[in-house]
């Protein structure tokens, strides 16, 4: 089975703090996305990547950057975390010709006060 | 760009009975997928069932079906027999053939009613 984790189920940071959260996939998957989820709004990408240090902004990569220094682990950084980054955060993975089959992590819950 | 519209935030169901899921999408895009995706509370978001628009067929997997209008740009999913692990939030999305990129609805949240 393809598996998805990430590094926190839910994380309340302060304004102004530096945030990284972890995803990891142990399938061996080219692609790894970064999404926001918020109610009324469903899910939005923020950044993808398609091979180490290869990255993409989605629809919404202001306030955030991403790492990805090996194939099998993609961070998103919250710089300056600010209270309209409170949110959940999912994290998906999919082989580079396969972006339509996404295995999606189990979110990461962010309150930001 | 391309939308992806659900209308019906919330939704419920008597156990054992049908329900249909809305779906509206625009895109001037021939070829594409559309896909049916399912939160379960707390729980990771797994595929429910996939379209691709060449395929006139309606897709179905078990008691999950869609009904795919392609010139009317809507694709509804109907759960059959509803069971009470069908509760979540489900969410339609598309994808363009080409690219990596999910546009998602806003989900819509089904409750099963014992």
């Known amino acids: 089975d393809v598996k998805v984790t990430q590094s926190s189920r839910y994380l309340v940071k302060r304004t102004g703090e530096k945030v990284f959260l972890e995803c990891v996939q142990d399938?061996?998957?080219?692609?790894m996305f970064w999404y926001r989820q918020d109610p009324g709004l469903g899910l939005r990408l923020i950044y993808f990547?398609?091979?180490?240090?290869?990255?993409e902004k989605g629809d919404i990569p202001e306030g955030y950057s991403v790492s990805r220094e090996k194939k099998e682990r993609f961070s998103l950084i919250l710089e300056s975390a600010s209270t309209n980054q409170t949110s959940m955060y999912l994290c998906?993975?999919?082989?580079?010709?396969?972006?339509?089959?996404?295995?999606f992590g189990p979110g990461t819950r962010l309150t930001v006060t | 760009a391309q939308t992806v519209t659900q209308s019906q935030p919330e939704m419920s169901v008597q156990e054992a009975e049908t329900v249909t899921l809305s779906c509206t999408y625009d895109?001037?895009?021939?070829?594409?997928?559309l896909f049916w995706y399912k939160q379960p509370p707390s729980r990771q978001m797994i595929l429910v069932i996939r379209?691709?628009?060449?395929?006139?067929q309606n897709a179905t997997e078990n008691r999950f079906s869609v009904n795919f209008q392609k010139a009317a740009k809507s694709f509804s999913l109907k759960i059959s027999d509803s069971q009470l692990g069908d509760t979540a939030m489900y969410f339609c999305?598309?994808?363009?053939?080409?690219?990596?990129?999910?546009?998602f609805g806003t989900g819509t949240s089904l409750t099963v009613i014992p």
């Open positions: 990547s398609y091979d180490v240090k290869m990255k």
């Open positions: 895109t001037s895009e021939n070829n594409y997928y």
């Open positions: 998906a993975s999919s082989f580079w010709d396969r972006a339509y089959e996404q295995y």
């Open positions: 999305a598309f994808m363009k053939p080409a690219g990596n990129q999910f546009y």
């Open positions: 399938m061996d998957h080219e692609n």
């Open positions: 379209q691709e628009a060449y395929k006139q």
